[in-house]
T-cell receptor, first 112, second 114 residues
Framework: GIQVEQSPPDLILQEGANSTLRCNFS?????LQWFHQNPWGQLINLFY???GTKQNGRLSATTVATERYSLLYISSSQTTDSGVYFCALRGYSGAGSYQLTFGKGTKLSVIP | DAGVTQSPTHLIKTRGQQVTLRCSPISGHKSVSWYQQVLGQGPQFIFQ???????GRGNFPDRFSARQFPNYSSELNVNALLLGDSALYLC?????????????FGNGTRLTVT
């Protein structure tokens, strides 16, 4: 199956700092998503980005499918950015099923 | 438009009992998937349904079952609960069953088995 590796596993930032989260994957995919899971467990869509670059406010993401990696950039971090960031890829797993495979996540803590 | 809705939000059960979790997809979405997330890990795939048919099943025992109704809502059933079934259960919907369709998650049902 698809292997998804995220780095770093943990990250502590001072409020206002910038950061880059990385996601490496093992196989070609046609769906890559970044999620933010807040401390209450809500899994929030950040980006659907199988290739290219997208920006949404202070967040942006880039996926280089040919080199099998994706990057999530967070600029001017705020305490509300704290939580776990997941990269997930949807690939064909047989018998008509397209399941989402998650990495282990990057736990981000933004301190005031 | 309403997002994916799940009920109940929290549930406490005893070992050996049975539980039913419910999910309503985003309007117009025909594919529903279920995921289990234990503490400290990423969500793990349990089931995918599309147009009321099971399209895929993850590595979970037969105690786990699901179904999708004509209105595309879904139920996840877990029989003979074990302590290890304690987790956050997430439901996701997508427009299509194909890989190029993003998933949207509900807020989850937190199940505690004592």
């Amino acid at each position: 199956g698809i292997q998804v590796e995220q780095s770093p596993p943990d990250l502590i930032l001072q409020e206002g700092a910038n950061s880059t989260l990385r996601c490496n994957f093992s196989d070609s995919v046609n769906n890559l998503q970044w999620f933010h899971q807040n401390p209450w467990g809500q899994l929030i869509n950040l980006f659907y980005i199988p290739s290219g670059t997208k920006q949404n406010g202070r967040l942006s993401a880039t996926t280089v499918a040919t080199e099998r990696y994706s990057l999530l950039y967070i600029s001017s971090s705020q305490t509300t950015d704290s939580g776990v960031y997941f990269c997930a890829l949807r690939g064909y797993s047989g018998a008509g099923s397209y399941q989402l495979t998650f990495g282990k996540g990057t736990k981000l803590s933004v301190i005031p | 438009d309403a997002g994916v809705t799940q009920s109940p939000t929290h549930l406490i059960k005893t070992r050996g009992q049975q539980v039913t979790l419910r999910c309503s997809p985003i309007s117009g979405h025909k594919s529903v998937s279920w995921y289990q997330q234990v503490l400290g890990q990423g969500p793990q795939f349990i089931f995918q349904y599309y147009e009321k048919e099971e399209r895929g099943r993850g590595n979970f025992p037969d105690r786990f079952s699901a179904r999708q109704f004509p209105n595309y809502s879904s139920e996840l059933n877990v029989n003979a609960l074990l302590l290890g079934d304690s987790a956050l259960y997430l439901c996701a919907s997508s427009l299509r069953d194909r890989g190029n369709s993003p998933l949207h998650f509900g807020n989850g049902t937190r199940l505690t088995v004592t």
